[in-house]
């Protein structure tokens, strides 16, 4: 039974059983280890692993009785607060003290749980930073000098005995099971492993290789896809085939104890030489087609010679250092045998990355980019190349191995990662025909290539010298969550607040869609007011889908009530002009006095109302510009709504005539313009009226109610070209500005003798 659960078992009593001695023995293990300075990394491995079952029990269990704690709670706040001055009715008292009592005995195991919760998880932290200080000496002193002729000979001398003593051991094996007949018996099942081995490494990675290339020539939509797949059966069948081939050697029972550790490794090395040939070729393509990179031919072949190379000696390192690993070595000797291995990878990892930073060559549809993520990367290469074998040789050997080789396999993942992210791009590539799904074609491989990256960065960290222990701490740390006042928030409860909030988002927006489809039009609302009553329900529907979201995932918003207190007045400071303009909004979707599709003038601007929101409003101009208002000055300032109500508006035309003309005709021509133009209305009539005597003319308007006002400039224009024609027509003139100039002293100007 666990612990929590035993003490709802017996409220009455402090919870003591078998698990909690258990837990108990374990902890003063653990806290004896800590203590010691000579604790093997075996040791405190094992402790830690059994600390973080334990650890994830408690943490669980400091949750328990949430549902009847809940319902005390609120049976403690039904009977109110006691009265200031005075006690309780005797019988409520009563009641009160048995519940409080009650809530005390709920609470006692999820103390205890959080209590063992904080003793497991501080060992696990001083475990970890242990483990972590034994890395860091280890990287950071100085050992013997590889270049110490006497340290050279030594590895020379250990790698000749090794390949004596599996000689050695090959022979006595041999010789023992022929004596016994054990390997005649042995010998069908080693021969059948041996021909699956070698024709899954020879026949079948051809056949896997021969298909692939005769479905590069279909040209199908998932065609990326496919032969990506493809490939990776390349690298399946030849494994498939080297663990045949290993376990056919096995089988042969001849290899002692270090020829055993030799073919242990060939796997791990095989894999290696498959995979940098099959990494190799998908970066540097063979054939005419460039590929993803675009580097010519010469490029894409030294590309692939120098990551083969690299791989086929990483898979040497391995089988060689597999079985000098049960050899006595001094440390020097260990040395002097890895940095010539060194030294080959840095100057083969330079040239790869001389390879890398290579520009692409010319393309006529412009589809490879030069970039800077290759310079980068060519860059890094040829540092680390030269930077890890130099660490090296002034005796930090386990430094230089610590940076070359997670190097190496860092650009490898990284081209890995390239070629999935150019196989999403290549499947999302949006056809001709589907201009409709082309923004969300847009999002796939940005959200593709995002959760690719989040993914990489376990493998990052592992290739980097981050221990499994420490990637399942991140994750133990992750799902704690973190406290916010007396409730725990953790992953859980963000997915379950996104999960309610995603499903009200999208009933809100499908009830917004009905109200404006279906239900709304068929009322008697204007378009202004099905406008506002479909914005106020959305902002509505979405402030609930949020509560109920957050008291969904667990979250107490009451916790939050002093943050709110205490950022409220540095809210309305800071925010002061967004507030306004919030409040704004609201008031305009409420009281409507401008409506989407109304002509409005505002602060100097004019255009027709295209969307209201509730910190802003968006009006277009006549010459099709976006104009965004702030919602104050809507409410607050003086707008003119030209449109509002109704369309009926007013045109005002004026015109001058000549001195002398006849005011009666000029009258009677333009009431019969005014009155024959289709958008002016007969009720009330157009007025011509006569202004007065100008500087230059006698001045008269021609003032007229439209049907419509949006047209307003259009009619005043074709009035104006009838006013012209029927003037002219008439012979009334039309007069411009004339100024008559006197000579104060004209004799000035007589022209002056030439001398």
Known sequence: MPLALHAQAIPDAVATGPEETSFERLAQRAEDLAARDDASLFAISRLRAELVVWRDRFLAESEVNAGRLATVDAQLAALGPVPEGGEDAPAVATRRAALENQRRELMAPRLLAQEAFARANGLIGEFDAQSLQRQTDQLTVRGPSPLNPTHLGAAVAAVWALIEVIGVEIGAGFGVKLLSGQLWQALPRVLVLLIVGIGLMGAGLRLV??????????????????L????????????????????ALVSLDIFGLRGGDVVDAIPVAG??????????????????????????????????????AIAWVLAVVTLVGSGLRTMELSEGAEAAFEWPFLV??????????????????????GAVSAGRTRGFIGRFCTVVAVAAPVIAAFGYTAAGIALLIPSILSVALIAVLFLLQRIVHDLTRTPENEDDFRGIYALIPVFVSFVLYLLSLPVFALIWGARVDDLTELWARFREGFALGDTRISPTDFLAFAAVFAVGYLLTRFIQSTLRKSVLPRTRLDLGGQNAIVAGFGYVGIILAAIVAITSAGIDLSNLAIVAGALSVGIGFGLQNIVSNFVSGIILLIERPVSEGDWIEVGGQMGYVRAISVRSTRIETFDRTDV????????????????????????IVPVGVAYGTDVDKVTEILRGIAEAHPLVVMSPPPTILFQGFGADSLDF???????DVNYVLVTKSEMNHAIAKEFAAAGIEIPFAQRDIWLRNPEVLKETPAK
């Open 271 to 308: 894999a290696f030489v498959i995979f940098g040939w099959w990494l190799s070729r998908h970066v540097f393509p063979m054939g005419a087609k460039s590929g993803y990179l675009g580097y010519d031919d010469q490029t894409r072949a030294s590309g692939r010679r120098y990551s083969s």
């Open 228 to 247: 990506f797949l493809l490939s990776l059966i390349q690298i399946v069948v030849p494994l498939i085939g080297l663990l045949a081939l290993t376990e």
């Open 209 to 226: 290789t021969r298909w692939r290339a005769r479905l590069a020539e279909r040209p199908t939509r998932w065609r990326p896809l496919t």
């Open 701 to 707: 308007e021609i003032r007229a109610i439209l049907r």
């Open 344 to 365: 080959l990878l840095g100057l083969l990892f330079w040239r790869l990355g001389r390879v890398i930073a290579t520009k692409p060559q010319e393309r006529a549809d």
């Open 628 to 651: 965004i208002i702030p919602n104050a000055d809507l409410v607050s300032g003086q707008v003119t709504n030209w449109t509002r109500g109704n369309l009926v508006g007013r045109v």
